[in-house]
């Protein structure tokens, strides 16, 4: 048996996805009223660049809120098997993701939005081809005369297309995938791996357009060459917004002499399109919580891996009365998985291997505490807020360092809840950030978590 593998068995769920935003989704509604919102989602929401992005409303449901300038969000929802979490603000492109969250339950959702890449106003759409591309130099559309409508079926002479690709070695790339890393072909659902996506928004005049009906618009995913099939051909698949999962259309063929590598398509209508691979010959890795060595049900996991040619997967689940939910895997690449039950967290990267086609792996929880810091530096003798600070705290027991170190940015006010291990022996906060080619840093030590500072001053070396 190999201990502690760091070589993932999960199934690399990323897909390669292009989404066209052109036409409207379903509902987000559930009709949920507020009497009824016994559950709980939480988590983070960041930009490309890792940075929190405060303003961000969250959506399940009926229930909804904004995102706290450190980026950081709770929201009470009705529970559901399937509850779509949307995250939307002016300027990024918004994203969903589908959860299973039943009473009582709590449920990490963490999202990356991406500003829009390139916005593109085209004309004489009626007589002239067009294309679209985004903010990389990517052609990523191109419509033929008349292939632009507005709601009532008519023809329209000029739209703004705006366009965002996304790759799988983007930093938190599987939190900005929209839906599930699933897709549905020949009546039966499949576990899927995606190379790339890129979203496109049309409007004419401010309101949202489609394809005509009869018409068709090739379509251009980006590869990048550390995330690339480097097969002839790969499934596109388009996504259903109502249950997360993707729909096969057809094959996209892969075209080697553009730079970027892409892979082309004819689409017959907008949608959110991906590039995905089915996973095959997948393995099982069955994820056991504990707490105090005695398995928990009803946590909540959450499970991301990347297969060694570069794709991107996610999965969650609710462990069963036994403490296990088993999740399939790839059996090369690497893994990393959290859960959570009420106030207990833990997380969990390598697994052992069993038998053929079998691994599990281990997450031991532990008691949190949360303390919001606000991170400053003196400027004329008044304290001024430090945003961006990348910052790190730990907490150490008798055994060592209980649970996982705690990174994060503070937001916009300067502020960051950290959570870390209740009752240890030892507490680190350290922050560093570099403003205008000066570098400034903090930290500090204690030995309780009541005495961690709720504010902490940056300064230089000069200092």
């Given at each position: 048996?190999?201990?502690?593998?760091?070589?993932?068995?999960?199934?690399?769920?990323?897909?390669?996805?292009?989404?066209?935003?052109?036409?409207?989704?379903?509902?987000?509604?559930?009709?949920?009223?507020?009497?009824?919102?016994?559950?709980?989602?939480?988590?983070?929401?960041?930009?490309?660049?890792?940075?929190?992005?405060?303003?961000?409303?969250?959506?399940?449901?009926?229930?909804?809120?904004?995102?706290?300038?450190?980026?950081?969000?709770?929201?009470?929802?009705?529970?559901?098997?399937?509850?779509?979490?949307?995250?939307?603000?002016?300027?990024?492109?918004?994203?969903?993701?589908?959860?299973?969250?039943?009473?009582?339950?709590?449920?990490?959702?963490?999202?990356?939005?991406?500003?829009?890449?390139?916005?593109?106003?085209?004309?004489?759409?009626?007589?002239?081809?067009?294309?679209?591309?985004?903010?990389?130099?990517?052609?990523?559309?191109?419509?033929?005369?008349?292939?632009?409508?507005?709601?009532?079926?008519?023809?329209?002479?000029?739209?703004?297309?705006?366009?965002?690709?996304?790759?799988?070695?983007?930093?938190?790339?599987?939190?900005?995938?929209?839906?599930?890393?699933?897709?549905?072909?020949?009546?039966?659902?499949?576990?899927?791996?995606?190379?790339?996506?890129?979203?496109?928004?049309?409007?004419?005049?401010?309101?949202?357009?489609?394809?005509?009906?009869?018409?068709t618009a090739e379509i251009?995913?980006?590869?990048?060459?550390?995330?690339?099939?480097?097969?002839?051909?790969?499934?596109?698949?388009?996504?259903?917004?109502?249950?997360?999962?993707?729909?096969?259309?057809?094959?996209?063929?892969?075209?080697?002499?553009?730079?970027?590598?892409?892979?082309?398509?004819?689409?017959?209508?907008?949608?959110?399109?991906?590039?995905?691979?089915?996973?095959?010959?997948?393995?099982?890795?069955?994820?056991?919580?504990?707490?105090?060595?005695?398995?928990?049900?009803?946590?909540?996991?959450?499970?991301?891996?990347?297969?060694?040619?570069?794709?991107?997967?996610?999965?969650?689940?609710?462990?069963?009365?036994?403490g296990t939910y088993t999740?399939?895997?790839?059996?090369?690449g690497t893994v990393s998985?959290?859960?959570?039950?009420?106030?207990?967290?833990?997380?969990?990267?390598?697994?052992?291997?069993?038998?053929?086609?079998?691994?599990?792996?281990?997450?031991?929880?532990?008691?949190?505490?949360?303390?919001?810091?606000?991170?400053?530096?003196?400027?004329?003798?008044?304290?001024?807020?430090?945003?961006?600070?990348?910052?790190?705290?730990?907490?150490?027991?008798?055994?060592?360092?209980?649970?996982?170190?705690?990174?994060?940015?503070?937001?916009?006010?300067?502020?960051?809840?950290?959570?870390?291990?209740?009752?240890?022996?030892?507490?680190?906060?350290?922050?560093?950030?570099?403003?205008?080619?000066?570098?400034?840093?903090?930290?500090?030590?204690?030995?309780?978590?009541?005495?961690?500072?709720?504010?902490?001053?940056?300064?230089?070396?000069?200092?």
């Amino acid at each position: 048996m190999l201990n502690n593998l760091r070589v993932l068995i999960l199934p690399t769920l990323v897909s390669a996805s292009l989404v066209i935003t052109g036409c409207g989704g379903g509902s987000d509604d559930d009709g949920a009223g507020t009497s009824q919102l016994s559950a709980t989602i939480s988590g983070i929401v960041t930009s490309s660049g890792g940075l929190p992005v405060g303003g961000v409303t969250i959506t399940a449901g009926s229930a909804t809120t904004t995102s706290k300038a450190d980026g950081r969000y709770t929201l009470a929802v009705a529970p559901s098997s399937a509850l779509k979490v949307d995250a939307k603000k002016t300027g990024f492109v918004a994203t969903f993701d589908m959860v299973p969250l039943s009473a009582g339950q709590s449920m990490p959702v963490d999202f990356m939005l991406q500003t829009v890449g390139s916005s593109n106003v085209l004309a004489n759409l009626t007589t002239t081809n067009a294309t679209a591309s985004d903010g990389n130099g990517v052609v990523v559309v191109k419509f033929t005369p008349n292939s632009i409508v507005d709601g009532s079926g008519n023809p329209v002479s000029n739209a703004t297309v705006d366009v965002t690709t996304n790759k799988p070695t983007a930093t938190n790339y599987s939190d900005a995938f929209p839906g599930l890393f699933i897709g549905t072909r020949d009546g039966s659902d499949k576990a899927i791996e995606s190379f790339g996506y890129a979203n496109i928004d049309i409007t004419c005049g401010g309101v949202k357009c489609n394809l005509a009906a009869g018409k068709t618009a090739e379509i251009a995913i980006p590869v990048d060459p550390a995330a690339d099939p480097n097969t002839a051909t790969i499934e596109l698949w388009s996504l259903n917004t109502t249950t997360g999962k993707w729909v096969y259309e057809s094959d996209a063929t892969r075209d080697a002499a553009a730079l970027p590598v892409v892979y082309r398509a004819n689409v017959t209508h907008f949608s959110s399109y991906n590039l995905d691979r089915p996973i095959t010959n997948s393995t099982e890795l069955k994820v056991t919580v504990t707490n105090n060595s005695t398995p928990v049900p009803s946590a909540a996991v959450v499970v991301k891996s990347t297969s060694s040619s570069g794709a991107v997967w996610e999965g969650r689940g609710i462990t069963g009365t036994d403490g296990t939910y088993t999740f399939p895997v790839i059996p090369q690449g690497t893994v990393s998985a959290k859960a959570v039950s009420g106030s207990l967290k833990g997380v969990g990267y390598g697994y052992d291997v069993q038998s053929a086609g079998k691994a599990t792996m281990t997450i031991a929880l532990a008691q949190l505490a949360s303390k919001e810091i606000f991170f400053y530096r003196m400027v004329s003798g008044v304290k001024t807020a430090v945003s961006g600070a990348a910052i790190q705290a730990f907490g150490e027991s008798q055994g060592g360092m209980g649970g996982a170190p705690f990174t994060g940015f503070t937001g916009a006010d300067g502020k960051l809840t950290v959570e870390l291990m209740n009752n240890a022996m030892f507490y680190m906060v350290s922050a560093n950030v570099s403003i205008d080619g000066v570098s400034y840093y903090a930290s500090s030590n204690t030995n309780s978590f009541a005495a961690v500072p709720t504010e902490l001053e940056l300064t230089t070396s000069a200092q």
